[in-house]
């Protein structure tokens, strides 16, 4: 059984589908890029797989789980905007991805300690070192969305959504962002499901690319129906399918 | 050049800001000259000299009976009333504000009633208090609670809603329960949004405060400003008003520097 199951998915704001029979499966380790028109349901798919919202028919599953009810801890999220609590310190916003389990929120003593380490440790490797102490409305963009990630993954989430988290920042930035998105992803192996408007970026960071359209489109009624998965691009070795070869050669390891 | 884009620089907006107030200085010295001077026992516009002369009587000068230096004990008994006053208000308007805010059962069952409480006029209920709660302490500072803490409570629960929904489901995706939420997102983000609220507050629980002095008190900044009305000592009278706006702007600018210095991060708006 596949990591992700997404089976017969539907959602409808009051007498308005939105998406409509979405099924999907998705691989331990995946990256999933989810590109559209807006309107399309991008966004309403992952608040689906992030539950923050239920599906009125169908189910979504991760790791064989039964359906949440509700976001929780094997779910990371990155939002476009408001992703990091501003009124805490950078450190304290690293920290938070683990202390935020906790009775009180927060770790005590020694506990503390290690965790500040931890905190430190984590705050070096996303290049966030030097503004530890700052809060978050002092940075940029793109530090703000590393901070985001950073944050995110500390807390360990079986699966990384992210909601057109480098949709707001220059381009220069971005490719910045994408070399550090595809470090981090090499180093934990995670599945992520990534929206976004751009096409370059989806193929480019994606290992599969999932386009959301309506299939019918009433010219009368425009709203009548809604989105689904129209495709689903193998986008691995540059979009060019094919490329890997499934069977065991032996021909050329012979001595 | 437009009106619109001429900056006063530094000098002259120093003399901007004094400007009124020196206006209304001399305005109110001018008057009370022609007042005194047509009649020298005039006791409506004291010559500004006299009220110097009543200021330092009064702070200084003991009562002739008890000794005590009344206009230090009213301010005393004043701002006790008073900020026992805020200060539950202020509380109690936190967490419910937070409550409301955060728990959509809680905002079912008391959104709608706090919004009808707060059009009670609190004045209309000061002869309930007093019956209930008799002419003391308790009645006073019960009405500056009733007076403020509707207001407090719908101010910090609409803030409390109005918090990015994707912080909250953030804490949620790094496993916070509703009580860490509460606590380490939602209360600290309301912080400052409290204090302005007290900021705004402060206004109508003077009104309150005073209101309820001048009926019943013994003691109290209000209370003897209505009782000196009965000997037409204007003197008096505008010592106590000029010392209350001096009170007022006082707690107000701590208020401001406490929300400067313990919240930084939430530095626009303030």
Partial sequence: ?255 | MRLINIIPGRALAAFLVLLPFALVLIAYAIGSDFRLTANPSDKLLPAPSTIGDTVVRLTTEGDRRTGDILFWLDTWASLKRLGLGIGISASLGLLFGLLIGLLPLVRSTLNQFVAVLSMIPPLALLPILFIVFGLGELSKVVLIVVGTLPFIIRDLSQRTIEIPQELLVKAQTLGASTWVIAIRVALPQIMPRLIQSVRLSLGPAWLFLIAAEAIASDAGLGYRIFLVRRYLAMDVILTYVIWITILAFLIDWALRYASRKFFPWAEEGL
């Avoid at chain 1, 949440?68 to 094997?74: F, H, T, V």
């Avoid at chain 1, 993954?153 to 994408?178: C, K, Q, S």
């Avoid at chain 1, 751009?198 to 299939?215: M, N």
């Fill in chain 1, 1 to 255: 059984m596949s990591f992700v199951t997404v089976r017969s998915v539907f959602q409808t704001y009051g007498s308005r589908p939105i998406i409509e029979r979405v099924n999907v499966d998705v691989d331990e380790g995946e990256f999933i890029s989810i590109v559209g028109a807006s309107g399309c349901g991008k966004s309403t798919f992952l608040r689906l797989l992030l539950a923050q919202e239920r599906p009125t028919r169908g189910e979504i599953s991760i790791a064989g789980a039964p359906p949440a009810r509700e976001p929780g801890l094997d779910r990371g999220i990155v939002f476009q905007r408001y992703s990091v609590f501003p009124h805490m310190s950078i450190r304290e916003n690293v920290m938070a991805g683990e202390s935020f389990r906790r009775g009180w929120g927060r770790f005590w003593g020694a506990e503390r300690k290690a965790a500040l380490a931890r905190a430190d440790e984590t705050l070096a490797r996303i290049g966030l070192d030097h503004v530890a102490d700052q809060y978050p409305a002092t940075l940029s963009g793109g530090m703000q969305q590393r901070l985001a990630i950073g944050q995110a993954l500390v807390a360990r989430p079986r699966v990384l959504l992210l909601d057109e988290p480098f949709g707001a920042l220059d381009p220069g930035t971005r490719i910045a962002m994408h070399d550090f998105l595809t470090d981090l992803r090499t180093e934990t192996g995670m599945t992520v499901f990534m929206v976004t408007h751009d096409l370059e970026e989806a193929f480019k960071l994606g290992d599969r690319v999932l386009v959301f359209d309506k299939p019918r489109w009433d010219p009368q009624d425009p709203n009548l129906n809604g989105a689904t998965i129209t495709y689903d691009f193998d986008a691995r070795n540059g979009g060019i399918p094919f490329q890997t070869l499934k069977e065991e050669t032996h021909v050329l390891e012979e001595h």
